[in-house]
């Protein structure tokens, strides 16, 4: 975290970027010291903002195009691995609430990269995407940046209490990835029977 708070905004960016790819700081970490950076360093708002902003639509358009390339073929890995019935509810939830899904996920730590890989592979058109999840990103933007300069003297209680609800969205992914998981393996296991 020191290290993109010396090398500033620009460094912020480049973790904004890599966010939904698992880079170890995560993007509300990365928002909220853009925001520090605005209230101790000078950084001017609007700078902040466009960082902030274009930053975290870049990277979450990169989720989009991966999902729209890997897609949801019948034969793909993605599809193998989740189940035709899965598959087609995603497809259906997509097709019914594709652009609210968007922004939900937008909102949630630990849905982001599933939510938007998964609007890219069910053929939810970019210029939709970019329009819904453009939207709920300056509802995050400016939030994070307000709070990163509100407590830029102590982001400490702040970090923890996001570090606290990525642990209730990592176990609410456990439980559905279970749920997810245990039919497929009784799938496999019923194929494989004699």
């Not at 990365?30 to 101790?40: F, M, N, Q, T």
């Not at 890997?70 to 019914?96: D, M």
């Amino acid at each position: 975290m020191e290290t993109l708070q010396e090398y500033g905004p620009a460094a912020i960016f480049v973790a904004l970027l890599l966010a939904p790819f698992g880079f170890p700081v995560p993007e509300d970490v990365s928002l909220l010291l853009l925001g520090v950076l605005v209230a101790r360093e000078g950084t001017p708002y609007g700078v902040a903002f466009l960082v902030a902003y274009f930053g975290v639509l870049i990277g979450d358009t990169a989720v989009w195009a991966l999902g729209r390339r890997v897609g949801l073929r019948p034969t793909g890995w993605v599809s193998r691995l989740s189940g035709q019935k899965r598959i087609e509810w995603i497809e259906r939830f997509y097709e019914r609430y594709g652009a609210w899904a968007i922004v939900f996920c937008r909102q949630v730590p630990g849905l982001r990269f599933p939510g938007f890989f998964f609007a890219g592979a069910t053929d939810v058109p970019l210029a939709r995407f970019v329009l819904f999840d453009g939207a709920a990103a300056l509802i995050t933007a400016n939030l994070y940046l307000f709070v990163g300069g509100a407590f830029a003297d102590d982001l400490t209680p702040i970090i923890n209490w996001f570090e606290r609800f990525r642990v209730a969205a990592a176990a609410i992914m456990v439980a559905f990835a279970v749920v997810l998981v245990v039919p497929l393996i009784r799938t496999l296991l019923a194929e494989h029977e004699p």
